[in-house]
T-cell receptor, first 114, second 110 residues
Framework: DGGITQSPKYLFRKEGQNVTLSCEQNLNHDAMYWYRQDPGQGLRLIYYSQIVNDFQKGDIAEGYSVSREKKESFPLTVTSAQKNPTAFYLC?????????????FGPGTRLTVL | KQEVTQIPAALSVPEGENLVLNCSFTDSAIYNLQWFRQDPGKGLTSLLLIQSSQREQTSGRLNASLDKSSGRSTLYIAASQPGDSATYLCATLAGDKLVFGAGTILRVKS
């Protein structure tokens, strides 16, 4: 059963802590993406990766870091430098990054800072 | 910089009504436009993808159109049902990035 999984579904972080959100896909997609969604707003791109061992900053990369050591995995770390991390985080993947490629989304992780 | 706007922000209709959701974008140099559905607290489900060379796409009761020259897309939902209640997002692909609108919250009343 192919798809994108994100874990955990809910995550609570204390001030000053780093936390890592997991994203795994078994669709054999080359490209993977991380988005942030705030209430009443559209999704904003944090980081994306077109191929293993390579990634690029999106529009709001400050305070976040990623790695892409395996094709199927693209974890996102929310660092203590991120000033307002409470949000809904969505991971997506596509076959490639060109214009004909549809993005498919995971179920999301809701991060709350206590 | 691409900006995507969706109007209205929220819409409430009685069951059975046909409805149109609007999406506008500022830069017509797009590869494609996607319409997504999002249920509360869930991820996005892709509904329709229109390539830049296409004018429309249809799937069941959904029809999406694209007019690049005017920077507009519409999502038409026929014979709406309570199960259609969700947030509908449009997004344009330019370069490597999808740019999203803020969404339209749809409520279909039974």
């Amino acid at each position: 059963d192919g798809g994108i999984t994100q874990s955990p579904k809910y995550l609570f972080r204390k001030e000053g802590q780093n936390v890592t959100l997991s994203c795994e896909q078994n669709l054999n997609h080359d490209a993977m993406y991380w988005y942030r969604q705030d209430p009443g707003q559209g999704l904003r791109l944090i980081y994306y990766s077109q191929i293993v061992n390579d990634f690029q900053k999106g529009d709001i990369a400050e305070g976040y870091s990623v790695s892409r050591e395996k094709k199927e995995s693209f974890p996102l770390t929310v660092t203590s430098a991120q000033k307002n991390p409470t949000a809904f985080y969505l991971c997506a993947s596509s076959i490639g990054s060109g214009g004909y490629n549809e993005q498919f989304f995971g179920p999301g992780t809701r991060l709350t800072v206590l | 910089k691409q900006e995507v706007t969706q109007i209205p922000a929220a819409l409430s209709v009685p069951e059975g009504e046909n409805l149109v959701l609007n999406c506008s974008f500022t830069d017509s140099a797009i590869y494609n436009l996607q319409w997504f559905r999002q249920d509360p607290g869930k991820g996005l489900t892709s509904l329709l993808l229109i390539q830049s060379s296409q004018r429309e796409q249809t799937s069941g009761r959904l029809n999406a159109s694209l007019d690049k020259s005017s920077g507009r897309s519409t999502l038409y939902i026929a014979a709406s049902q309570p199960g259609d209640s969700a947030t509908y997002l449009c997004a344009t692909l330019a370069g490597d990035k999808l740019v999203f609108g803020a969404g339209t919250i749809l409520r279909v009343k039974s």
